[in-house]
């Protein structure tokens, strides 16, 4: 959702997007931009490999 309270035709899109690998971000103001980047290129713990 945007600041309107409506979501975008992309944002309805990838709503019924279903899959392990996918990952998404709201981002309400310019002060999440750098979670949603740590979000997108954080490894997950099942990504992570034994040293």
Do not use: C, G
């Not at 103001?29 to 713990?45: C, G, I, M, T």
């Amino acid at each position: 959702m945007y600041q309107y309270n409506r979501s975008s035709t992309l944002m309805s899109a990838y709503s019924k997007f279903h899959h392990p690998d996918f990952r998404s971000f709201i981002i309400r103001e310019k002060s999440s931009v750098y979670n949603a980047l740590r979000h997108f290129f954080s490894q997950r713990p099942s990504e992570v490999k034994p040293a």
